[in-house]
T-cell receptor, first 115, second 112 residues
């Protein structure tokens, strides 16, 4: 069974460019979570999506960041007009359902570097 | 609001020695608590979770953690460290099992 796939694993963008991070959940999982890990910090929740719906985006910056999880295809985290402070590791997790009994499986992350 | 504090950003132990990684939580209601491990350039892997059943929780790779409500703690232990345990460990809390709130992490170094 394939786990959570994220691509690219490493992404370099210049300031002002757009970054698109992709996450393919475990097959059969319809719940996706995005977390950001800044240097020397733990992971911070960004957004929780189910197919075609954003359930909780309380951790998303108000501007430049957006996320989607379409009916078909991977979940996308999009960062417009990147700045140096966006440099971080972005992790995606997926679960089969909502609630404690459903474990979140994490992908290997995308390391974004903004130059 | 929920939060997690991990005491000690770096812990160093000798191979075969006891591993103790500390985690204290702050939550207004009984929380769900987790320990994750992250190896270099990899995603997080669940070690164990507390779901209000037994206060002593056994996880994978010989790790266990004890929930102590009076101390608001959920420390992770392993009787005998192995070189392969060297990694970063994260404690996390959740109320509803979806959004996880993580501590800052503890890097465990195992000396031969």
């Amino acid at each position: 069974n394939a786990g959570v796939m994220q691509n690219p694993r490493h992404l370099v963008r210049r300031r002002g460019q757009e970054a698109r991070l992709r996450c393919s959940p475990v097959k059969g999982h319809s719940h996706v979570y995005w977390y950001r890990q800044l240097p020397e910090e733990g992971l911070k929740f960004m957004v929780y999506l189910q197919k075609e719906n954003i359930i909780d985006e309380s951790g998303m910056p108000k501007e430049r960041f957006s996320a989607e999880f379409p009916k078909e295809g991977p979940s996308i985290l999009r960062i417009q007009q990147v700045v140096r402070g966006d440099s971080a590791a972005y992790f995606c997790a997926s679960s089969e359902g909502q609630g404690l009994s459903y474990e979140q499986y994490f992908g290997p992350g995308t390391r974004l570097t903004v130059t | 609001a929920q939060s997690v504090t991990q005491l000690g950003s770096h812990v160093s132990v000798s191979e075969g020695a006891l591993v103790l990684l500390r985690c204290n939580y702050s939550s207004s209601v009984p929380p769900y608590l987790f320990w994750y491990v992250q190896y270099p350039n990899q995603g997080l892997q669940l070690l164990l979770k507390y779901t209000s059943a037994a206060t002593l929780v056994k996880g994978i790779n010989g790790f266990e953690a004890e929930f102590k409500k009076s101390e608001t703690s959920f420390h992770l232990t392993k009787p005998s460290a192995h070189m392969s345990d060297a990694a970063e460990y994260f404690c996390a809390v959740s109320r509803h099992g979806n959004k996880l709130v993580f501590g800052a992490g503890t890097i465990l170094r195992v000396k031969s």
